[in-house]
C-alpha cells in the first residue's frame, strides 16, 4: 500500500458524459501527479500540481482539467467523454523533489461506452 | 522528441532463470532513471538510479546506469513466479521537473 488513495476504483459512463477522478496524496506530499495508461500509449503523464498550483503540463486534453485543493487531494476532470478515454488513470504523489521518487495510487478504471 | 524504449516487450523464462531487460532513453535535462513493477494494478517502486557505473541492489534485483550509452538494465536473478509483471522504466527529464517519460514497458512471465 503506497499511501496513495483514488476514488472510485471503476467508473463506466457513456459518450459525451463528464466524470470526476479522486486522488488523496501520501500523508506529507504536497505533490499530485496524474497519469493516463492505456493499450497503446503506455503511461501518459497528464498534469502536476504542487501545493495547490499547477507545477507541469503533459499530454493533456483540453476537455480534461485539474485542481488540487487546500487539504491537498486533487480531482482529475474529463468531460465530453470519448470512446478513445477509456484507460486506467493513476494519480501520484511525493513531496515535490524531483529527486525523490513518486508513490502511485491504485489507479481508476475508466470505461466509456 | 524524448522518449524512453524498452526491450524485450515481453519474455517468458522459468523459475530460476536470469532475465536482463533493457531501458534506452533520449531525454534532454536528464536527472534520473527510474524502473517500477506493475503488477495487477499500479507501478510500486524499484530503483531511482541518477549516477553513471553505481549498480543498485535489492535482494535478487539489480540495476545499473550507463549515462555516456543512454541506457539501463534491470537484472533479475532466479526468477520466481511472483516476479511475473510488467516492469516499467521511467526517466526524469526534460523541460518540466519531476515528469516522468514512461516506456511501454516489460512483460514478464515466469512459468513454474
Known amino acids: 500500500d503506497s499511501g496513495v488513495t483514488q476514488t472510485p476504483k471503476h467508473l463506466i459512463t457513456a459518450t459525451g458524459q463528464r466524470v470526476t477522478l479522486r486522488c488523496s496524496p501520501r500523508?506529507?506530499?504536497?505533490?499530485v501527479y496524474w497519469y493516463q495508461q492505456s493499450l497503446d500509449q503506455g503511461l501518459q503523464f497528464l498534469i502536476q500540481?504542487?501545493?495547490?498550483?499547477?507545477?507541469a503540463k503533459g499530454n493533456i486534453l483540453e476537455r480534461f482539467s485539474a485542481q488540487q485543493f487546500p487539504d491537498l487531494h486533487s480531482e482529475l476532470n474529463l468531460s465530453s467523454l470519448e470512446l478513445g478515454d477509456s484507460a486506467l488513470y493513476f494519480c501520484?504523489?511525493?513531496?515535490?523533489?524531483?529527486?525523490?521518487?513518486?508513490?502511485f495510487g491504485p489507479g481508476t478504471r475508466l470505461t466509456v461506452t | 522528441e524524448d522518449k524512453v524504449v524498452q526491450s524485450p516487450l515481453s519474455l517468458v523464462v522459468h523459475e530460476g532463470d536470469t532475465v536482463t531487460l533493457n531501458c534506452s532513453y533520449e531525454?534532454?535535462?536528464?536527472?534520473?532513471l527510474l524502473w517500477y513493477k506493475q503488477e495487477k494494478k499500479a507501478p510500486t517502486f524499484l530503483f531511482m538510479l541518477?549516477?553513471?557505473?553505481i549498480e543498485k541492489k535489492s535482494g535478487r534485483l539489480s540495476s545499473i546506469l550507463d549515462k555516456k550509452e543512454l541506457f539501463s538494465i534491470l537484472n533479475i536473478t532466479a526468477t520466481q513466479t511472483g516476479d511475473s509483471a510488467i516492469y516499467l522504466c521511467?526517466?526524469?527529464?526534460?523541460?518540466?521537473?519531476?515528469?516522468?517519460?514512461f516506456g511501454r514497458g516489460t512483460q514478464l512471465t515466469v512459468w513454474p
Open positions: 501520484a504523489s511525493n513531496t515535490g523533489d524531483p529527486s525523490y521518487e513518486q508513490y
Open positions: 500523508s506529507g506530499d504536497l505533490s
Open positions: 500540481y504542487y501545493n495547490g498550483e499547477e507545477r
Open positions: 531525454v534532454t535535462n536528464f536527472r534520473s
Open positions: 541518477t549516477s553513471s557505473g
Open positions: 521511467a526517466v526524469d527529464g526534460g523541460s518540466t521537473l519531476g515528469r516522468l517519460y
